[in-house]
């Protein structure tokens, strides 16, 4: 008898949750990929966006890089190192990367070459070519672009609450700098670009 009400418990139970999940119901509504979607504090795309595009306008308009243009009578070459993070949160660097080639690209200031895991993949389809491809189409070894200079840098971040923990500021710091290839030289730096988030928690019991 227990066994038979335990299993029309559990019974009930499931149609319960069924009944209350089918209730339920998803929107999805498409928006410009430049839209500001802030649905929590953390970093999001648009502080992505938003730091690259700063950075490189910066780094373009620098005097040294004209200066090199000026000296050599050609663009300079750049590739995009590494960009740590040391938040207090998790950031896809990679994607800062990505963003950051593309700005270069689009830039018509500044040339750029792939990274160091893109040109081994390079390098091992021109030495497949020289085995399988015909002579008119192969490609040279050792006619790769050398970069002039290094763009890397960080994203840190300070993060302070009230003691409610219902009102904060959330800052991220994104530090970069371009440095010439041979000679280390630092031909540029940012250090001031930061984006600060003003944070208003409703509703938090503690």
Known sequence: ???????????????????????????????????????????NDTDVRTVCETLIADCISSNRVAKFSAQYGRQPTVMVGRFYNDSSEHIDTSIIVQKMQAAIINSDVMEFVSSGSQREMLRDEVAQQVDHASIETQKAIANETGADFMLFGSVKSIVQY???GKKGVRTYYVSAQLQELGTTKIVWMAENNSIKK???RKGLKL
């Open 1 to 43: 008898m227990k066994k038979s009400i335990h299993i029309l418990g559990i019974m009930c139970l499931a149609a319960i949750t069924g009944l209350f999940m089918s209730c339920q119901s998803t929107k999805v509504e498409r928006v410009d990929a430049d839209t500001v979607t802030d649905v929590n504090e953390y970093w």
């Open 162 to 164: 009230d003691d409610s």
């Open 198 to 200: 003003v944070v208003t």
